[in-house]
């Protein structure tokens, strides 16, 4: 059986799963929010704070002072949908053809939006200050580093920061929080490979790029699973391949992409030099060219020890299950944590129903709403720990 949350938290669930339900109506993509933004200043408004809008285009943020000069913790949740067609049978599915809320974010603003309005109720009991942000465009191309560059960290100073994922793959009330890496950096390669074309029944004439390339891919595996150190996590993963318009043609170019994950800077830094390394060496092998391109994409999540015990300590008062996982899905909460002291944590939204249970980005994803007043009702218990205590 799932706790009670206290009664603020009770009288609101109504109100904040019928704002989620709005939001996943209306889903827009990143730096595209413009609605959703609109609507959570118009309740921070009704709340009783003043927002400020526009930041890194959509992105939104209040202020809520305590009577007592003291720390001041960020709480953050992401706005944005994915391009994706909705698949569900729900009442309140998504109404724009090709977008979707399918990993949660429609959940993890109205649950902040709730929270905010609870806080501002209860802000005679803060010795500090608890700095709510609405982020646009996680899910690409990153709203967090626009925003820290317009300056969300300052104006007051943050000196830590909060952020809570819904999660399908936990059962519903289930909480997912540990110390150190929790999600992987997700960095992108595109590799380039130029050969000879010529009649695919004479290929002792050409330079084939395409048997060049099936080789490379298998042997690029070779830098996970023989020269990185086995206690050090790593994935590459091929994801998209171009190359040929014929059945009888050798084509002059072939070129394949894909995705790099890691917990570490130093694996991280290994990976890209072993790969730069590797890729044009390998294709000369095969009598072609070989070019490696790296794009860094968002650095790795490490969650601080001191955050990291407030989420604990919450859930231990909550008496809730707790699990420890680390996954190598990406998030650019990462890069608030590097710059101030923070935690990320998962509580699980799986619905009731296996035949419900999608994972995310899955156009059947869904997640079950008996989360939602349990996330509320954490964020405030991490508030009370970090700005409350006596």
């Given at each position: 059986?799932?706790?009670?949350?206290?009664?603020?938290?009770?009288?609101?669930?109504e109100?904040?799963?019928?704002?989620?339900?709005?939001?996943?109506?209306?889903?827009?993509?990143?730096?595209?929010?413009?609605?959703?933004?609109?609507?959570?200043?118009?309740?921070?408004?009704?709340?009783?704070?003043?927002?400020?809008?526009?930041?890194?285009?959509?992105?939104?943020?209040?202020?809520?002072?305590?009577?007592?000069?003291?720390?001041?913790?960020?709480?953050?949740?992401?706005?944005?949908?994915?391009?994706?067609?909705?698949?569900?049978?729900?009442?309140?599915?998504?109404?724009?053809?090709?977008?979707?809320?399918?990993?949660g974010?429609?959940l993890?603003?109205?649950?902040?939006?709730?929270?905010?309005?609870?806080?501002?109720?209860?802000?005679?009991?803060l010795?500090?200050?608890?700095?709510?942000?609405?982020?646009?465009?996680?899910?690409?191309?990153?709203?967090?580093?626009?925003?820290?560059e317009?300056?969300?960290?300052?104006?007051?100073?943050?000196?830590?920061?909060?952020?809570?994922?819904l999660?399908?793959?936990?059962?519903?009330?289930?909480?997912?929080?540990?110390?150190?890496?929790?999600?992987?950096?997700?960095?992108?390669?595109?590799?380039?490979?130029?050969?000879?074309?010529?009649?695919?029944?004479?290929?002792?004439?050409?330079?084939?790029?395409?048997?060049?390339?099936?080789?490379?891919?298998?042997?690029?595996?070779?830098?996970?699973?023989?020269?990185?150190?086995?206690?050090d996590?790593?994935?590459?993963?091929?994801?998209?391949?171009?190359?040929?318009?014929?059945?009888?043609?050798?084509?002059?170019?072939?070129?394949?992409?894909?995705?790099?994950?890691?917990?570490?800077?130093?694996?991280?830094?290994?990976?890209?030099?072993?790969?730069?390394?590797?890729?044009?060496?390998?294709?000369?092998?095969?009598?072609?060219?070989?070019?490696?391109?790296?794009?860094?994409?968002?650095?790795?999540?490490?969650?601080?020890?001191?955050?990291?015990?407030?989420?604990?300590?919450?859930?231990k008062?909550?008496?809730?299950?707790?699990?420890?996982?680390?996954?190598?899905?990406?998030?650019?909460m990462?890069?608030?944590?590097?710059?101030?002291?923070?935690?990320?944590?998962?509580?699980?939204?799986?619905?009731?129903?296996k035949?419900?249970?999608?994972?995310?980005?899955?156009?059947?994803?869904?997640?079950?709403?008996?989360?939602?007043?349990?996330?509320?009702?954490?964020?405030?218990?991490?508030?009370?720990?970090?700005?409350?205590?006596e």
């Amino acid at each position: 059986m799932l706790p009670t949350a206290r009664p603020e938290v009770q009288a609101l669930i109504e109100e904040v799963i019928a704002l989620r339900r709005d939001f996943h109506r209306h889903p827009e993509l990143g730096f595209e929010e413009v609605r959703t933004s609109a609507k959570v200043a118009q309740f921070l408004r009704e709340s009783g704070l003043e927002p400020r809008e526009g930041i890194a285009k959509t992105g939104v943020c209040a202020l809520i002072e305590g009577p007592v000069d003291g720390p001041t913790l960020m709480l953050r949740a992401d706005m944005d949908a994915l391009p994706i067609l909705e698949e569900t049978d729900l009442e309140f599915a998504s109404q724009v053809p090709g977008k979707m809320h399918a990993c949660g974010h429609d959940l993890h603003t109205a649950i902040l939006l709730g929270t905010a309005r609870i806080l501002q109720g209860m802000k005679a009991r803060l010795k500090g200050r608890v700095k709510l942000i609405f982020q646009p465009a996680e899910e690409g191309p990153g709203g967090a580093w626009p925003m820290i560059e317009q300056g969300i960290l300052q104006n007051p100073k943050v000196d830590y920061a909060l952020g809570l994922h819904l999660w399908s793959d936990l059962p519903c009330g289930h909480v997912a929080i540990q110390s150190g890496p929790v999600m992987a950096a997700a960095d992108t390669f595109q590799v380039l490979i130029h050969g000879k074309g010529g009649h695919a029944a004479y290929p002792h004439e050409s330079a084939d790029p395409i048997v060049a390339a099936a080789a490379l891919i298998g042997a690029m595996q070779t830098v996970i699973s023989r020269r990185t150190n086995p206690f050090d996590t790593a994935v590459l993963s091929v994801t998209q391949i171009r190359g040929g318009s014929a059945d009888n043609v050798i084509p002059e170019r072939v070129e394949f992409s894909g995705t790099i994950r890691s917990f570490q800077q130093p694996v991280r830094d290994f990976l890209v030099a072993q790969l730069q390394e590797m890729v044009p060496n390998f294709c000369k092998a095969y009598g072609v060219e070989g070019e490696f391109h790296f794009h860094q994409g968002y650095p790795p999540l490490i969650n601080h020890p001191v955050p990291t015990g407030w989420v604990e300590q919450a859930v231990k008062k909550l008496g809730l299950p707790r699990a420890v996982q680390a996954t190598m899905g990406g998030e650019d909460m990462a890069y608030y944590l590097q710059e101030v002291p923070g935690a990320f944590f998962f509580l699980g939204a799986a619905p009731a129903a296996k035949e419900r249970t999608f994972p995310h980005h899955h156009p059947k994803f869904q997640l079950d709403e008996r989360a939602v007043p349990l996330a509320m009702e954490l964020f405030l218990r991490c508030v009370e720990e970090c700005l409350c205590t006596e």
